[in-house]
């Protein structure tokens, strides 16, 4: 029987038409973008010519790239502990059924569903100086008044609070299923041990939950770079870029400066970036998920 | 090969026609324009634009004008630079005023000048507020005509005036009245915290056209008509930004910080701020939602009185054929006419593009209903162009940026103009000649 | 469902459970507020859009404005037609790649495998620029399929289902074939059955997240007759004269309503489809 050949090529058959749209627009842009990084943006009259490493010089002399990527940085690190911290948490109390757990499933969850567009306008509300919603708390307990998205300091903390709004809801059904899925002879040989429910969350709970941690993360990491909704619509990268994010920068340069050479160069330093997180994972978790 | 000879002997035919096709419409044979307006929404700017269509080919009937509406401002200058790059751009768009620059610099239009032949075409376009004109040429030419404009105009709470002892009929005239007026205005609660500003000059998104007010008014330019060089470290330029900054650093009558543009209408209805500084488009708005007396006025002097204008002109794109450009400008012509500026105006707020306009009957009947509608034109005399350069949208963000950062405290007036105009320096000297 | 009817050892009891509970509603009511905002907001005239008064008056009219001031019904349907179109593209492709990473041990399979997985970490957001002249090469843009084609072959996806399809025993597939059924069929009478609680979860996920998403859109589309929701409600809200929140909260509603409804009438197979699809 001819099977062996078969076999190859049924595979590659089945692959092909997935892989065809990756190879167009995953893998082909990025090289794309890698090449027309060496080149300058056309202009009118002027066409493009190759600059060498021109972009990249420009690039490590701009300070607003600077400034977007240490404000990514900081983005990061703000919403991705935070969102999965309060995803565990969320996920716990649904689990031990409080009272009105499918409201409260119900409330943490709806971030989800609704357009980060929408959402970014009703938080601009929120954050808004004298009448918004957090001067109205604040004025009740008689703190100062606070120009939220106004100030350089309190801008991109805004920034995340929406941020890990937005997504802690979503991790948390991935936790949720993943406590489900614990064993409850777990729990009751663990309580026949005498064990705290401190000592069974951290020993054998969140262990557990590992693989999901690492999913989750992986998301997160991802999110932090991907997310700039709300900035169009909150700040637009401002006050003087203290909000501008790169992917918001990318778009800037590309969609409004028209500058497609120095946003391929951008471009590239996201991937770069994106890849070094991508080896930190698999250096890190992957061998502590094994473990486990 | 035959076609093409076609092609090149109609276009010839049509080359020497174009000098008699506005005479002698009938000869020519029907000719379609399409034309790009950018509107967000739909409603009834929509229903305006494609009555004047109608309108226009029921007088012309070789002539279709075909409206497409693109969204924003922004939208629809991708989509006419993108279809002039890619083959089939619009005949004619509407476009920003400062996007000037980066149409020349992609080649995408002609001068409007070309289509001036007779006496009457160059009395049409002497016709309008050379205040508008400063953004529609360069280098010696026409390039754009103005259509929809704005300008910048204080708006006033009289019922706050009132209560503030002072005159709620008069605003304040100058830069010492606007801090005085607003001292008075700044209302504290017993905890010191502010429940009402004296004024308010918005700050996010596009503070350079704010911030143009008062370099206007302390007798400074910021860029060249050239749009090749910025002059934002000139001292009266830091001196401008100093009085902007002292406005809530020192005299404390504006909130501190980059203040939001999109709310600062919402702001002046919840009492929040008793002057607000904003477009001449807001008027229907503020007509509309204020539910105490307000007024409108002339922005207080500095040296001398100032605004920048705003919005949109006609633009003609280059790879239309003679006949749809000859079209594409009497059609232009046509909706520039001192009735139907008048109109417009009337019926969105704009400001009416010519001087002529505000002697219609119309017009003038609707000033002697609405006094506040005439405030803009009085302004225009002291207008300036807005920032316009090459790159225009990056050479804009350094000074944004600088903008921002000096109001909110981060660099000093000084050192955020000296940075910004480096930064623009930088990005403009390829264009210097 | 038996066995999580009986109380777990280490559910909170008493005053532990008192505390838990307070404090998990505390965070519930954050979370919903600009939801809770957005109704409050909606069916009151604008006046009281910073104002809560217990006693203000209801109103539809915000409705009526946000569905007068923009083609809101055309961008229903765009988003109805963009997502449907990406969903069937997403499960064909998806089940196709997946059944041959599951099933198929062939040539450079390894290397495809990782090739995929790289769309986890370059999405096609982070290739905007890039992405725009491809679709300007293909004269596309402005069209539905450009803002679906980039996600259609979907990594998430040939992941989710390869994972799936490799817990189906070999026996099954085995006796389809001895019954002569081709491998099309196999897949289509054995594997896609089998995973039907991963494609409801799977399809929740994209169609929520292409629903709203906004920055791709954003970038392709310029017209009304292309434009998603998201684009439309962005493009609706910034105009010159600054933010009605009433309006904008009411057509925020709108456009939203739609997901809403589907998950809170789905919520509960919702969660237990990802429990199934043991993505733990």
Request: without cysteine; negative net charge; hydrophobic residues 50%.
């Given at each position: 029987m001819p099977r062996r050949f078969d076999v190859h090529l049924h595979g590659w058959l089945l692959l092909l038409p997935a892989l065809a749209f990756l190879a167009l627009f995953t893998h082909y842009p990025a090289i794309a973008t890698l090449i027309e990084s060496f080149y300058s943006t056309p202009r009118g009259a002027r066409p493009s010519r190759f600059v060498g490493l021109d972009n990249y010089q420009a690039l490590l002399e701009d300070p607003v790239f600077w400034q977007s990527l240490s404000n990514n940085l900081i983005f990061a690190l703000g919403t991705i502990p935070l969102s999965i911290a309060l995803a565990i948490v969320m996920a716990i109390w649904v689990n031990d059924r409080l009272a009105g757990r499918a409201w409260l499933r119900t409330a943490f969850f709806t971030p989800t569903v609704l357009p980060m567009i929408a959402v970014a306008n009703i938080w601009l509300f929120f954050f808004t100086p004298q009448y918004g919603l957090l001067e109205q708390f604040s004025h009740l307990f008689g703190f100062a008044s606070q120009n939220w998205l106004g100030s350089p300091e309190t801008a991109l903390f805004c920034v995340i609070v929406v941020a890990v709004w937005k997504e802690a809801g979503f991790f948390m059904i991935f936790y949720l299923a993943a406590l489900q899925q614990i064993p409850p002879s777990l729990a009751e040989a663990a309580a026949l041990e005498g064990a705290s429910r401190w000592t069974y969350l951290r020993r054998i709970v969140l262990p557990l939950m590992m693989p999901t941690t690492l999913f989750v993360l992986i998301n997160a990491i991802i999110n932090s770079f991907r997310l700039v909704d709300h900035i169009i619509v909150m700040t637009r990268g401002g006050p003087d870029n203290a909000t501008s994010l790169l992917l918001f920068y990318i778009y800037e340069v590309g969609?409004?400066?028209?500058?497609t050479s120095y946003a391929a160069a951008l471009t590239m330093m996201l991937l770069l970036l994106l890849a070094l997180m991508a080896m930190a994972q698999y250096v890190f978790l992957e061998r502590r998920v094994h473990y486990q | 090969m035959m076609n093409r000879l076609l092609k090149s002997a109609t276009a010839a035919a049509a080359g020497a026609l174009l000098s008699t096709a506005l005479a002698l419409p009938a000869t020519a044979q029907n000719v379609e324009v399409s034309f790009f307006y950018p509107v967000a929404v739909g409603g009834p700017i929509t229903k305006i634009i494609d009555q004047y269509a109608a309108d226009f080919q029921k007088e012309n009937p070789t002539i279709k004008v075909t409206p497409i509406y693109a969204g924003t401002y922004q939208e629809t200058i991708v989509k006419a630079l993108t279809a002039h790059k890619s083959g089939t751009p619009p005949v004619i768009s509407v476009l920003l005023s400062t996007d000037m620059f980066s149409l020349i610099d992609e080649d995408a239009i002609i001068p409007i000048d070309t289509f001036i032949k007779t006496d009457a075409d160059k009395k049409w376009l002497g016709s309008f507020f050379p205040a508008f004109m400063k953004n529609s040429q360069t280098g010696g030419k026409t390039w754009g005509v103005p259509f929809q404009r704005s300008t910048v105009v204080l708006y006033w709470n009289k019922e706050a005036f009132k209560e503030a002892g002072l005159d709620p009929n008069k605003a304040p005239a100058n830069w010492n009245e606007l801090i005085e007026f607003g001292k008075k205005l700044t209302k504290r609660d017993a905890s010191g915290n502010?429940?009402?500003?004296?004024v308010q000059v918005p700050s996010s998104g596009f503070p350079y056209w704010l911030f143009q007010t008062f370099t206007t008014q302390n007798g400074v330019e910021i860029m060249n008509q050239a749009g090749d060089t910025t002059y934002y470290d000139k001292p009266e330029v830091v001196q401008a930004l100093q009085y902007w900054v002292d406005l809530s650093a020192k005299h404390k009558v504006m909130a501190p910080g980059v203040i939001e543009w999109g709310t600062t209408p919402k702001d002046f209805f919840e009492k929040k701020a008793a002057m607000i500084y904003t477009t001449t488009g807001n008027l229907t708005n503020i007509k509309n939602n204020a539910k105490f007396d307000f007024g409108v006025a002339m922005l207080p002097q500095g040296k001398k009185r100032g605004s920048p204008t705003g919005g949109g002109n006609f633009y003609v794109f280059k790879k239309s054929t003679p006949e749809q450009q000859a079209a594409a400008v009497k059609f232009i012509q046509w909706i520039t006419s001192p009735e139907r500026a008048a109109q417009w105006g009337i019926d969105t707020g704009y400001v009416a593009v010519r001087a002529d306009a505000w002697e219609t009957p119309a017009m003038k009947k609707y000033v002697e209903g609405?006094?506040?509608?005439?405030v803009a034109r009085d302004q225009l005399q002291y207008s300036v162009a807005e920032?316009?350069?090459?790159?225009n949208q990056r050479v804009t963000k350094a000074l944004n940026d600088g903008l921002q950062a000096a109001l909110t405290g981060a660099k000093t007036p000084e050192q955020a103009m000296k940075d910004s105009q480096a930064e623009a320096a930088r990005i403009l000297r390829p264009y210097k000649k | 469902m038996n066995a999580a009817e009986r109380p777990h050892p280490f559910e909170p009891r008493g005053f532990a459970r008192v505390v838990d509970t307070v404090a998990a509603w505390t965070l519930a009511i954050l979370w919903a507020l600009p939801l809770l905002y957005a109704v409050w907001t909606a069916f009151h005239p604008s006046e009281y859009s910073a104002r809560f008064e217990l006693l203000a008056p209801l109103t539809l009219e915000n409705f009526a404005k946000a569905w007068e001031a923009a083609p809101f019904a055309r961008y229903f349907l765009n988003t109805v037609m963009l997502v449907t179109l990406i969903l069937i593209c997403q499960f064909v492709l998806c089940t196709l790649a997946a059944y041959a990473f599951a099933r198929y041990r062939f040539w450079g399979s390894e290397i495809a495998f990782f090739l995929v997985l790289l769309q986890l970490m370059v999405m096609p957001e982070i290739l905007i620029v890039e992405n725009y002249r491809t679709m300007s090469v293909l004269g596309i843009l402005d069209s539905i399929p450009s803002i679906a084609l980039p996600y259609v072959a979907s990594a998430f996806g040939i992941f989710l289902l390869r994972q799936t399809f490799k817990t189906v025993p070999r026996e099954l597939d085995d006796a389809a074939r001895v019954e002569g059924a081709s491998a099309l069929q196999v897949l289509m009478k054995v594997y896609v059955p089998l995973a039907k609680p991963i494609y409801l979860a799977y399809g929740l996920v994209s169609v929520s997240f292409h629903w709203n998403n906004f920055l791709w859109p954003l970038v392709v589309t310029n017209s009304v007759s292309a434009r998603p929701l998201t684009v439309g409600l962005q493009v609706f809200s910034s105009t010159d004269q600054g933010i009605d929140w009433s309006i904008i909260t009411a057509a925020t509603l709108m456009t939203s309503a739609p997901l809403l409804l589907a998950f809170l009438l789905f919520q509960r197979q919702f969660v237990q489809s990802f429990m199934r699809a043991g993505i733990r």
């Open positions: 969609f409004k400066f028209w500058d | 502010v429940t009402q500003w004296g609405f006094p506040a509608a005439a920032l316009s350069t090459h790159e | -």
